[in-house]
């Protein structure tokens, strides 16, 4: 039997989001208390034209693991061609990498 001094902190792991992944461009407010809050997104559509997200509207954010690795996932609404969409940002602190998550299309 074993025991250790130190204090284990357990991380969750989470399970891989399913979808389309665009790296993304993100404007991104933090508040004084280190807040962060996405404003404006701007990615690349299949065809090569660029999609400006501007009326962001956060549903909610935490703190995730995935393979070990720290990230920030916010669930999104956002209009896209006049249709209300939800969307997932993850935004990676360690290399300040920010990717979205749309719904898969061949669903």
């Given at each position: 039997?074993?025991?250790s001094l130190e204090q284990q902190n357990e991380i969750l792991q989470e399970?891989?989001?399913?979808?389309?992944?665009?790296?993304?461009?993100?404007g991104c407010w933090f508040?004084?208390?280190?807040?962060?809050?996405?404003k404006i997104v701007k990615y690349e559509e299949t065809d090569?034209?660029?999609?400006?997200?501007?009326?962001i509207h956060i549903i909610k954010s935490e703190?995730?693991?995935?393979?070990?690795?720290?990230?920030?996932?916010?669930?999104?609404?956002?209009i896209v061609d006049w249709i209300e969409t939800e969307f997932i940002l993850f935004?990676?602190?360690?290399s300040g990498i920010w990717h979205m998550v749309t719904a898969d299309s061949r669903s």
């Amino acid at each position: 039997m074993g025991f250790s001094l130190e204090q284990q902190n357990e991380i969750l792991q989470e399970k891989t989001v399913i979808g389309q992944y665009h790296k993304v461009a993100v404007g991104c407010w933090f508040t004084a208390s280190g807040r962060s809050i996405p404003k404006i997104v701007k990615y690349e559509e299949t065809d090569g034209s660029l999609r400006t997200l501007n009326d962001i509207h956060i549903i909610k954010s935490e703190q995730k693991y995935y393979s070990g690795v720290l990230s920030r996932k916010y669930v999104c609404r956002s209009i896209v061609d006049w249709i209300e969409t939800e969307f997932i940002l993850f935004y990676h602190p360690e290399s300040g990498i920010w990717h979205m998550v749309t719904a898969d299309s061949r669903s």
